[in-house]
């Protein structure tokens, strides 16, 4: 039931300075001291929540562009100056005026980058989390859009058989962590590359990975990957684009398949490299699969039968990279761009 | 049976002179005089056919490259110098040792340019020909390799619904024709580009095009996508590949694909061309898939048996461009790379 709203609090949160062009800084965005009711406005279906993590995600610098004002979809994915950045986070109910939230049920899904969020849930936008055996902070990740980002990509668009070869870009960050973790449980032979040589070691010590690289020490990706692939690669589970692309493209078999997650590498460029090697698209008879949890959560519920008694044997290892507090969440962000987060970027905003 | 050996004839070949970079030119090839046999080795499983039609295809260019030693794939893949260049074609069965073809028997698939052919047929290389009400060249393309090729591309790799917006590069050409109408059968708004006038009239008066433009003409191929699809592409069959697939990635929708057929554009290109407007695979969630027609025999009964009443019935229009003479086989090829041919290419090497 809504209260009546005579309390308030202060509301800290993250606001879009501006439009971001090349790499974004912490001064694209400032803290900004806001007051929030706290209780929902009577009648309506809204749910205000308290924010307990943030999700640190690539794709929020696609939202941070001047959006193109003839396209209604660039509109829409953009962020707007002057108002918080927005993402998925794990939050607790304060007051609710939906039926299907009463206060202090915990859910997952997408909130402001603020203390306080007035939500308006959908059955594709908030989840209510039923499983608290396991750590909270795992609803950003593991356990939100992250996890379900690896499962969509590797079982559905990857369609592995045991055996196969599988490369991994950005092999320790969130989703990569996982990826490499479903092609071992798959019988496929391994691959990633990081941008550190903790991150490599990382890769092969704690999350199974047959082998790994340094890209930031490989003068020709290509060679780096005819060495780790002398066969060829099956499949590419993509999150960087740009050279990486190209040189497995080089190196990919016939009837390859790539499932292009996220393109890091490029979203911060005013001008994308040029890739020289799609014409390996036809040679090869790759299929190369751009694809979105976010359009994927009726998958969801099968993913947590998947995913919940793995976390619960201890059988997948899952490194989280948490910054403290919300001031800090602007430069974890701008962190995923240079490679400082291992394992999992989140932002803790307050005490569980 | 094999009958013992004694006659034999002059077999004209068109020969490949050298590897070729760039583009191919007439003196890339020769013509040479050989002798054959008129019958087969005695206790083999040869047949000795005589070829009435073959097939111009671009995909040839790929193959008169020099290969990569290292690759096994590429060298089984490249013409050998010296040798007579191969693709598919129309021929009648001479001379047999194979228990499945008896001479007389009619029948489409790989053959040497040449004359007289000696094959081995397998299940997924040679076809006999069991309809001739309907003209034996068609083998070499309608109901053949192009055929099958349209077919396979258009109605599993596009996975069309009725209203999409489809796009086709090279619309005239042999496999760009087809596409057209299968596009226009299953209820999609379809428009295609080509390389002059003439093809477009051909475009919009023959084929059932909904509009047509010569991209020789346009200076920014985006804005000419962007005028045709005001509301962006839902389908790209792709032929060309290079400026014309950048251009496309800029306008397709959310959740489109791209069936990959070839990339013409590119065969001759000592570098080919870079590619910037790839982030939008990620971006649009879009599939991109190489697929080519040769791995796709399972499906050639099925495909008859769908097309040959449209045929019959003259509810398909398909247009042929017959140079005359084996001799003139060299530069029918070579004009696919120039745009010279309207429709389908092939060369009458006899008469039926």
Not at 11 to 39: C, H, W
Not at 202 to 227: I, P, Q, V
Not at 280 to 306: M, P, T, W
Request: glycine content about 10%; proline content about 4%; hydrophobic content about 35%.
């Amino acid at each position: 039931m809504a209260n009546m709203g005579l309390a308030t609090a202060t509301n800290n949160q993250v606001i879009l300075r501006d439009y971001v062009s090349g790499f974004p800084k912490e001064s694209d965005m400032y803290m900004a001291a806001t007051t929030v009711d706290l209780s929902v406005p009577v009648g309506s279906m809204t749910v205000l929540v308290k924010n307990l993590y943030l999700s640190c995600d690539p794709r929020s610098r696609t939202r941070m562009g001047k959006p193109d004002p003839s396209s209604p979809a660039s509109l829409a994915h953009a962020y707007a100056i002057g108002k918080p950045i927005t993402g998925f986070g794990v939050c607790k109910t304060i007051d609710s005026g939906h039926p299907n939230f009463k206060t202090g049920d915990l859910l997952w899904g997408r909130v402001g980058w603020e203390e306080y969020s007035l939500i308006t849930p959908t059955l594709s936008s908030h989840f209510k989390i039923h499983h608290t055996d396991v750590p909270l902070s795992y609803y950003t990740g593991l356990l939100g859009i992250t996890g379900l980002t690896a499962y969509v990509g590797f079982y559905e668009i990857c369609s592995s058989k045991k055996g196969e070869t599988v490369f991994v870009s950005a092999a320790s960050g969130a989703v990569g962590q996982l990826v490499g973790q479903f092609a071992k449980m798959s019988g496929c032979y391994v691959v990633g590359s990081a941008s550190s040589k903790e991150k490599v070691d990382l890769l092969k010590t704690k999350f199974g990975y047959d082998e790994a690289f340094n890209y930031k020490e490989e003068h020709d990706l290509s060679a780096a990957l005819k060495r780790c692939f002398p066969e060829g690669i099956d499949i590419y589970f993509e999150n960087v684009g740009g050279k990486m692309l190209d040189a497995v493209l080089q190196n990919m078999r016939t009837n390859g398949r790539i499932a292009v997650c996220g393109m890091i590498s490029q979203y911060n460029l005013e001008e994308p490299e040029g890739l020289r090697n799609i014409t390996n698209i036809y040679h090869k008879r790759i299929r190369v699969q751009g694809f979105a949890a976010i359009e994927c959560f009726d998958r969801y519920s099968k993913f947590l039968e998947f995913v919940l008694p793995y976390i619960r044997q201890g059988k997948i290892t899952y490194i989280e990279d948490i910054a403290q507090g919300l001031e800090n969440g602007p430069s974890a962000l701008i962190g995923l761009f240079h490679g400082k987060n291992v394992g999992k970027q989140l932002v803790a905003v307050a005490p569980e």
